[in-house]
């Protein structure tokens, strides 16, 4: 009898770029994001902060809220050099936005994150 293991795109990107051992094939996302950051003591001021897909978009949405751009939990944040808005299911953001969010989110949080992490984290169109 033979095992399945699934594999991760995401996860295999960051094994292939030698972020994560091997042994992170099979992990949950999250799971692989927060033991990365905890064996190299990163917070999320930290601009080398792995975030995982689902964690940008959270934290994403989040900060966003705090400027004034409301979006609803299924609604995903693509990052654009054009035009920033709502189109069909998701949201075009751009750099700006994001960086003005993180900025926003440590006045008010009173903790930093970082917006290249973030940036970094999200996709593009």
């Known amino acids: 009898?033979?095992?399945?293991?699934?594999?991760?795109?995401?996860?295999?990107?960051?094994?292939?770029?030698?972020?994560v051992p091997e042994r992170?094939?099979?992990?949950?996302?999250?799971?692989?994001?927060?033991?990365?950051?905890?064996?190299h003591s990163f917070h999320p001021a930290n601009p080398d902060y792995l975030y995982s897909p689902g964690q940008a978009q959270?934290?994403?949405?989040?900060?966003?809220?705090?400027?004034?751009i409301d979006l609803t939990d299924g609604t995903r944040i693509v990052?654009?050099?054009?035009?920033?808005?709502?189109?069909c299911w998701s949201y075009l953001a751009n750099c700006g936005q994001i960086e003005a969010a993180c900025e926003e989110h440590r006045l008010c949080a009173g903790e930093a994150i970082s917006a290249d992490a973030l940036i970094a984290a999200l996709p593009w169109e």
Do not use: S
């Open 58 to 68: 959270e934290v994403a949405r989040a900060a966003l809220a705090l400027v004034g």
């Open 24 to 39: 992170a094939r099979g992990l949950d996302r999250a799971d692989v994001a927060r033991r990365y950051n905890r064996v």
């Open 79 to 87: 990052l654009t050099d054009l035009v920033a808005g709502p189109r």
């Open 1 to 19: 009898m033979t095992t399945t293991t699934l594999t991760d795109p995401w996860v295999e990107r960051l094994i292939l770029a030698g972020l």
